[in-house]
């Protein structure tokens, strides 16, 4: 699984590990000492039956779930990519809202005020043509 990190990942077989042999304790401890073999022939067996155990538990998981589990955390991934893309759009589309608005606003308030202060402190023609 890509998606996972390497420490999770040996967490989750750890964990893997712990629960199949607990259950093959359980099971061994119920159903194999009837069988008439030496503490060396039990112990060899349990140890064959937990390592059969875990490996057709890890080919099953790796078969079928894996890649479930592998697309839905891609899909989570692709979806929270393009729900911040989103949200950058509407926050760029505010932001240039904002800066129109304010453009608008300043360049209609503005250009008038200079052009009528201009007017005000212009010299007409008669002052300057008796300056001269």
């Given at each position: 699984?890509?998606?996972l990190?390497?420490?999770?990942?040996?967490?989750?077989?750890?964990?893997?590990?712990?629960?199949?042999?607990?259950?093959?304790?359980?099971?061994?401890?119920?159903?194999g000492?009837?069988?008439?073999?030496?503490?060396?022939?039990?112990?060899?067996?349990?140890?064959?039956?937990t390592?059969?155990?875990?490996?057709?538990m890890?080919?099953?998981?790796?078969?079928?779930?894996?890649?479930?589990?592998?697309?839905?955390?891609?899909?989570?991934?692709?979806?929270?990519?393009?729900?911040?893309?989103?949200?950058?759009?509407?926050?760029?589309?505010?932001?240039?809202?904002?800066?129109?608005?304010?453009?608008?606003?300043?360049?209609?308030?503005?250009?008038?005020?200079?052009?009528?202060?201009?007017?005000?402190?212009?010299?007409?023609?008669?002052?300057?043509?008796?300056?001269?």
């Amino acid at each position: 699984m890509a998606a996972l990190n390497a420490d999770t990942r040996l967490i989750m077989t750890i964990l893997f590990v712990g629960v199949v042999s607990g259950a093959n304790v359980f099971f061994y401890a119920e159903f194999g000492t009837q069988f008439p073999y030496t503490h060396l022939a039990h112990g060899v067996l349990f140890g064959l039956i937990t390592v059969g155990a875990i490996l057709i538990m890890k080919a099953v998981n790796d078969l079928f779930l894996n890649d479930y589990i592998e697309q839905g955390l891609l899909d989570r991934r692709i979806e929270s990519y393009w729900k911040m893309k989103n949200k950058e759009e509407q926050q760029r589309k505010r932001m240039q809202d904002s800066l129109k608005t304010f453009q608008t606003d300043f360049n209609t308030t503005r250009i008038p005020e200079i052009a009528t202060y201009q007017e005000e402190n212009e010299l007409g023609a008669e002052f300057l043509a008796q300056l001269q």
